[in-house]
């Protein structure tokens, strides 16, 4: 059975702490790797996808990369405004659908 | 570009009662998700439509219908409510199959159900 795991359930830090959120997974046949951030109340907004290991994606402070077995999204000097819930999704097969994982709340201090 | 809207954003709804939740999109794109997401669950696929007229059931379809006349439109049919359905619910669509293709599924801002 497809698995999308996520670590840690919540993360608080202070501004400018680096960190990384894990996503694991266990798939046959992974067709992509996508990333989104959840605000409180919204939808979820896309990030980043991933197709194979070894990729890489940046965007502001925020970088996503990509194994076989995993992927870690690299929060470099975060703000408070990163501050969401970050959820990591995988496609695979004919890839009309996505099976998320639960999410990493974080949560950046002053 | 408005993208994925969804209404009501928020509704109680009394056991036993029906109701449908309206989801449109003007981004032209063939597929269209039905998603809910409990607290601490991942989001769990309720219905799928891969183009007007089509529709598949995703992995929780039980007590839900849905239909697909426009490529537009993609409204979801809660019968019979029960307190099992309340969750938030999520209307998406991506204007290809998103594995492998360059393309990814874009969310509504949610519909938010209490069955009481």
């Known amino acids: 059975e497809d698995q999308v795991t996520q670590s840690p359930e919540a993360l608080r830090l202070q501004e400018g702490e680096s960190s990384s959120l894990n996503c694991s997974y266990t798939?046959?046949?992974?067709?992509?790797l996508f990333w989104y951030r959840q605000d409180p109340g919204k939808g979820p907004e896309f990030l980043f996808t991933?197709?194979?290991a070894g990729e890489e994606k940046e965007k502001e402070r925020l970088k996503a990369t990509l194994t076989k077995k995993e992927s870690f999204l690299h929060i470099t000097a975060p703000k408070p405004e990163d501050s969401a819930t970050y959820l990591c999704?995988?496609?695979?097969?004919?890839?009309?659908?996505?099976?998320f994982g639960t999410g990493t709340q974080l949560k950046v201090e002053l | 570009n408005a993208g994925v809207t969804q209404t009501p954003k928020f509704r109680i709804l009394k056991i036993g009662q029906s109701m449908t939740l309206q989801c449109a999109q003007d981004?032209?794109?063939?597929?269209m998700y039905w998603y809910r997401q409990d607290p601490g669950m991942g989001l769990k696929l309720i219905y799928y439509?891969?183009?007007?007229?089509?529709?598949d059931k995703g992995e929780v379809p039980n007590g839900y219908n849905v239909s697909r006349s426009t490529t537009e439109d993609f409204p979801l049919r809660l019968e019979l409510a029960a307190p099992s359905q309340t969750s938030v619910y999520f209307c998406?669509?991506?204007?290809?199959?998103?594995?492998?293709?360059?393309?990814?599924?874009?969310f509504g801002e949610g519909s938010w159900l209490t069955v009481v």
């Open positions: 998406a669509s991506s204007y290809s199959p998103v594995a492998g293709s360059g393309n990814t599924i874009y």
């Open positions: 798939v046959s046949g992974l067709r992509g």
């Open positions: 991933l197709y194979s």
């Open positions: 999704a995988v496609a695979k097969g004919g890839g009309n659908k996505l099976t």
């Open positions: 981004m032209n794109h063939n597929y």
């Open positions: 439509s891969v183009g007007a007229g089509i529709t």
